[in-house]
């Protein structure tokens, strides 16, 4: 059964660096999104990817954040300067016929 | 804007017995999905279950089933026989049908589900 598959599961870095989250959606969905999840709160939206754009974005992601699908598998989310307050799982999912289906998550620690 | 609510930050349940868990919403569309997912220690997002707007019949899945009442915008969550497997959080959310939301999920602040043995 095809999955989406995110890497790493768990990363670690220092505040004001950058970090790039990967994650291979399943090969014939189109539209695609981020979620964060930070510790003890509830799921946000943070993107979402359509046709090699982004087609809506939330007040969370601003300038900080950028997506891509460079090679038209892999789906990137970059944070150019961390933050300790972005600490927190994120989530690729891709959009099937009905539901969403869910990468296992990233943990972003920033310290 | 739609919205979902969840008002049990914590359930607790004797394994083998039945608990549900409750989800209010509100959307002024018509068309729309729902879901359960189950998010267990490892924070994987894991579908439960689906319901459709369209669709009077509850969904079920084995153990789960729903309780969707559309003119109440409520869709609870059954559990019987609850097993040490299901502890876990639960989720509500909330799909438009239609494109304009770009089908963005919208969530419930989540119900910590506990078995006890």
């Known amino acids: 059964e095809p999955e989406v598959t995110q890497t790493p599961s768990h990363q670690v870095t220092q505040m004001g660096q950058e970090v790039i989250l990967r994650c291979v959606p399943i090969?014939?969905?189109?539209?695609f999104y981020w979620y964060r999840q930070i510790l003890g709160q509830k799921v946000e939206f943070l993107v979402s990817f359509y046709n090699n754009e982004i087609s809506e974005k939330s007040e969370i992601f601003d300038d900080q954040f950028s997506v891509e699908r460079p090679d038209g598998s892999n789906f990137t989310l970059k944070i150019r300067s961390t933050k300790l307050e972005d600490s927190a799982m994120y989530f690729c999912?891709?959009?099937?016929?009905?539901?969403?289906?869910f990468g296992q998550g990233t943990r972003l620690t920033v310290v | 804007a739609q919205t979902v609510t969840q008002s049990q930050p914590e359930m607790s349940v004797q394994e083998a017995e039945t608990v549900t868990l409750s989800c209010t919403y509100d959307t002024s569309e018509s068309d729309y999905y729902l879901f359960w997912y189950k998010q267990p220690p490892s924070r994987q997002m894991i579908l439960v279950i689906r319901q459709e707007a369209y669709k009077q019949q509850n969904a079920t899945e084995n153990r789960f089933s729903v309780n969707f009442q559309k003119a109440a915008k409520s869709f609870s969550l059954k559990i019987s026989d609850s097993q040490l497997g299901d502890a876990a959080m639960y989720f509500c959310?909330?799909?438009?049908?239609?494109?304009?939301?770009?089908?963005?999920?919208?969530w419930g602040a989540g119900t910590k589900l506990i078995i006890k043995p």
């Open positions: 090969s014939n969905h189109l539209y």
């Open positions: 999912a891709g959009q099937g016929l009905t539901e969403a289906f």
């Open positions: 959310a909330y799909r438009s049908a239609t494109y304009h939301s770009n089908y963005q999920l919208i």
